[in-house]
């Protein structure tokens, strides 16, 4: 999209819907190890909020690019991309997690169903974050940063990861 005036290209705008794992605001399914009933920031904005705040972004016809690290944070951001998808199709959407951090399996299945890019830290790359081990429950632990286990399930998907 061209700003007539200035002739400035916008592709994206980023939203911030959750915080930092490493700093235990990351709204997660599991408590932060060693801080009871620490279960991270729930963010700001309601579902229907975030649903209608993507669905405006998608319908300017730019990418949404989603900060957001906890899986309850990341299941909000994916449902609203599916509702986004099943509202107003559009094919190539390239929208994006920013970080995607602590994911479950069935979290990456709907990922990939969605067709949505995973952003990973670039110091993750390859890595299963073992610095944020002591701060997830072990339940959780193998989901943080799957990098690998990321790629595994979008190998298919030529577009969703590019390291």
């Avoid at 959750?18 to 009871?36: D, F």
Wanted: some cysteine.
């Amino acid at each position: 999209m061209a700003d007539d005036e200035n002739g400035v290209r916008y592709g994206a705008i980023k939203v911030f819907h959750g915080a930092s794992v490493s700093a235990y605001t990351g709204w997660v399914t599991e408590p932060y190890i060693g801080i009871e009933n620490k279960f991270g920031l729930r963010p700001a904005r309601s579902q229907e909020d975030l649903n209608e705040l993507l669905l405006k972004i998608h319908r300017a016809g730019l990418q949404a690019w989603v900060h957001c690290n906890g899986d309850r944070e990341l299941d909000m951001v994916v449902t609203a991309f599916e509702y986004v998808l099943n509202t107003a199709s559009r094919a190539d959407h390239r929208h994006r997690l920013e970080h995607c951090s602590v994911v479950t399996p069935e979290l990456l299945r709907r990922i990939k169903a969605a067709g949505l890019v995973v952003v990973p830290h670039s110091y993750m790359c390859g890595s299963t974050a073992t610095f944020l081990t002591p701060t997830i429950r072990s339940a959780g632990t193998p989901f943080i940063h799957r990098n690998r286990c990321s790629i595994s399930a979008f190998r298919a998907q030529r577009t969703a990861i590019r390291l």
